[in-house]
């Protein structure tokens, strides 16, 4: 700056110091009821986003791709997942359909729920999507069991279940074919379990082999609900989990067996929302009692703490004033605008206050002292407002539309401190007449200290200069996370339980969605799809119709005939019976067993079966409620059998159909009103791992560059995240380098 620039802006600073200090009291007033304005307009007016699809521009490709989907399918946009789990298919099956019911219910929370792999029309024809070869074989093991299914037809109890067993084991029924030793040694668990008052349920569809595996997949169940959210909330959808997560309690207060964890992406960014509204107000005031202390160490007067946090308070009401203004709401991202203010817009007061006090600290009056200060700083701290905004401002021409906001209001803010910090402090500073100030003692370092950077210059040179050369070389090592899971909680149950269904090859929540315009052309997709390295396999709605029904079906026509109408039995209560004695019978046909063994049961399960039949019979004999012992075995042994007879009689009603035949409420997931058709693409690999993430997404999208979904939008927003620092960076480095090479 030349010298006339410099005595013009000493000049502007004398004439603008001088106008304050005469009209303190005026500018005081007009500050107080612009503050008041201010909050008065904010509290009404500023509202709040917490919608984050809206964080980058609507005009990029993969949000207009994503718009696309929620558009065709909006049931399947923003929703809440529920991972139901259970020791059993049954307990799982039965808790899913109690939870979703009960959601479903609710219209003012949610608008849409279902469970995918369950529902009437899959329960009915359930059996004709199994193999040829898989159908036969469970329906040889059905046959097998139809004596003990139809004896307990006759006999709803569990002295009917033990009889029946005691004759198979006693050779008396020789038509039983069927393997004893999967339901004696159920049995067996059960007798442990209420020894143990422990919770145990007999599987019964995993004994007549409807689930011949165990896995997690088989024994979990997912149940996916789109909340009514309110984005004008910090939390859009609380009400809704509320909701939900005392249903979960309710019915895990009956089945403790069961475990519901919520999940999805609401869930995720419900949890986010949380965690940032506790964050910005404890971070808020951390950073507000930090600098107040700050400011006693440093300032050394109380009045002048009270005149910089006035000021700083004023110019954060002023600056979410012009916020409202400006924007008219907040997102997840600007709402951090407050704390950045605090912390950046105090260093304006700070040195002025500082440089008042070394003034006052002489022979100058207070006053002068005022002026000095102004005029000394005013127009560094103009400069450094100016330079600070432009790093702000720089993100208002990007994509990144949750940034540019916050720039906006970031960079406005900067002024507005400036303004406060040059106006109200003065004013501030003559009004409190602050009493001459102690001349304060600075504590003075070792001379070698102060020289060291003199005396050793150029070898300070050329050692920051090797460790940047060998720092940039770590840049190698850095790679960007485009996965927002990582930056969450690892702890919530929310991202708990989505890393887990990560792992899953059915059940992973960064499936890929692909859009077609016709049935002949989802086809055509799917098999390119199919062939792909990392696809484990797609769902499209043809998906649901099943093949080779007429064989299929007259499988099932025969089974049926065999079974008879006996499966509608078991929609009554079990009955009472003499469980005891059952027991102290069927040790008597153990025994017997033992001396005569056969291929139906092996003898160690049999001496152990025995030897805890005894066990249990003491026990529940010297309980003091010894009936309640004997139904909890019962239930134990027979909790879960109707319902799977109930699943087995739906199966046998099913129907040859073709795809026009699929119900609405399925074929309305894959097919959408205007026509569009939805092709589900699931991961082969565990996308937890990133690289299995980036090869997924990029070999899908090489086949069709339109497909959506979690694994697409992630990494391309990494992608637009990364650009939209590297342009704003890139402006704001060489606009404050012209700003400084002008000035």
Request: proline share 4%.
């Amino acid at each position: 700056m030349s010298n006339r620039s410099a005595f013009l802006m000493d000049k502007f600073f004398f004439w603008w110091s001088t106008r304050v200090l005469r009209f303190a009291w005026l500018l005081i007033v007009l500050f107080i009821f612009s503050c008041a304005a201010s909050l008065y307009y904010t509290v009404n007016n500023l509202g709040v986003n917490t919608d984050t699809s809206t964080l980058l521009s609507q005009d990029l490709p993969f949000q207009k791709n994503r718009i696309r989907w929620e558009k065709a399918f909006p049931q399947d946009a923003a929703t809440i997942i529920f991972v139901v789990e259970a020791p059993t298919a049954e307990q799982t099956g039965i808790a899913a359909n109690i939870l979703a019911k009960r959601i479903a219910a609710n219209k003012q929370l949610f608008e849409y729920v279902y469970i995918p792999d369950d529902n009437a029309f899959l329960k009915q024809q359930g059996l004709l999507y199994l193999t040829p070869e898989k159908l036969e074989d469970l329906s040889a093991k059905l046959i097998n069991a139809q004596p003990f299914i139809g004896y307990l037809a006759q006999n709803y109890h569990l002295q009917g279940l033990l009889e029946i067993l005691g004759k198979a084991l006693g050779n008396t029924d020789t038509g039983l074919p069927m393997n004893l030793n999967p339901l004696l040694e159920g049995i067996d668990q059960s007798l442990l379990a209420v020894q143990l008052e422990q919770p145990y349920s007999l599987s019964w569809q995993k004994l007549l082999a409807f689930n011949q595996s165990s896995d997690r997949n088989t024994l979990r169940s997912i149940v996916s609900a789109r909340p009514i959210a309110d984005f004008n909330s910090m939390k859009p959808v609380e009400k809704s989990l509320n909701f939900a997560r005392e249903i979960a309690r309710e019915i895990q207060a009956i089945d403790p067996q069961v475990s519901i964890r919520i999940t999805g992406k609401k869930a995720l960014e419900e949890d986010e929302m949380r965690v940032l509204a506790e964050d910005t107000v404890y971070s808020g005031l951390l950073a507000l009692s930090l600098i107040i202390v700050v400011l006693f160490v440093g300032l050394r007067s109380v009045k002048l703490v009270l005149c910089t946090l006035i000021v700083l308070i004023m110019g954060l009401i002023l600056t979410a004033g012009f916020a409202t203004v400006a924007v008219g709401h907040l997102n997840v991202l600007s709402v951090a605008f407050a704390i950045l203010y605090i912390g950046l817009g105090v260093d304006f007061a700070i040195h002025i206050c500082l440089a008042f006090r070394e003034c006052w600290e002489g022979s100058m009056t207070s006053e002068d002292a005022i002026k000095k200060s102004v005029i000394k700083l005013g127009f560094s701290l103009f400069l450094c407002a100016l330079t600070t905004s432009i790093g702000f401002f720089a993100f208002i021409p990007t994509d990144y539309e949750g940034v540019s906001e916050l720039g906006l209001i970031s960079g406005g803010g900067m002024f507005i401190g400036l303004i406060v910090s040059l106006t109200l402090l003065p004013a501030l500073l003559k009004v409190f007449s602050i009493k001459k100030l102690a001349k304060q003692q600075v504590t003075k370092l070792p001379g070698w200290i102060c020289t060291f950077p003199f005396h050793y210059a150029r070898l300070i040179r050329y050692t920051s200069i090797l460790l940047a050369i060998a720092a940039s070389f770590s840049l190698h090592y850095v790679y960007l996370d485009s996965n927002p899971v990582n930056l969450r909680d690892p702890n919530s149950e929310s991202v708990v339980a989505f890393k887990d269904l990560l792992q899953s090859k059915t059940r992973s929540p960064f499936v890929l969605i692909a859009l077609s315009d016709s049935q002949a052309n989802a086809e055509k997709l799917t098999l390119k799809m199919q062939g792909l390295d990392t696809v484990s396999k797609t769902i499209t709605l043809q998906s649901f119709v099943a093949t080779d029904q007429d064989e299929k079906l007259a499988i099932i026509e025969d089974l049926s005939l065999v079974m008879g109408p006996e499966l509608m039995s078991f929609d009554r209560p079990l009955e009472s019976a003499g469980t005891r004695q059952a027991l102290l019978e069927l040790q008597t046909k153990i025994n017997s067993a033992l001396v005569n063994p056969s291929a139906k049961a092996t003898p160690e399960l049999l001496a152990k079966l025995h030897q805890h039949i005894t066990d249990f019979i003491v026990f529940a004999d010297s309980a003091e409620l010894s009936i309640a012992k004997y139904q909890q075995f019962d239930k134990s042994v027979l909790g879960l059998f109707p319902y799977t007879m109930q699943q087995l009689n739906a199966g046998l009603q099913a129907y040859q159909f073709g795809l026009a035949d699929i119900p609405d409420y399925i074929s309305n997931n894959w097919l959408s009103p205007s026509g569009i058709y939805k092709i589900i693409i699931d991961p082969k690999y565990d996308l937890n791992k990133p690289e299995n993430l980036k090869a997924f997404a990029g070999e899908v999208q090489s086949v069709d560059d339109s497909v959506t979904g979690l694994p697409v939008s992630d990494l391309a927003a990494g992608d637009v995240i990364a650009e939209v620092f590297i342009q704003s960076f890139t402006t704001a480095i060489l606009v404050i380098f012209l700003v400084l090479l002008i000035i």
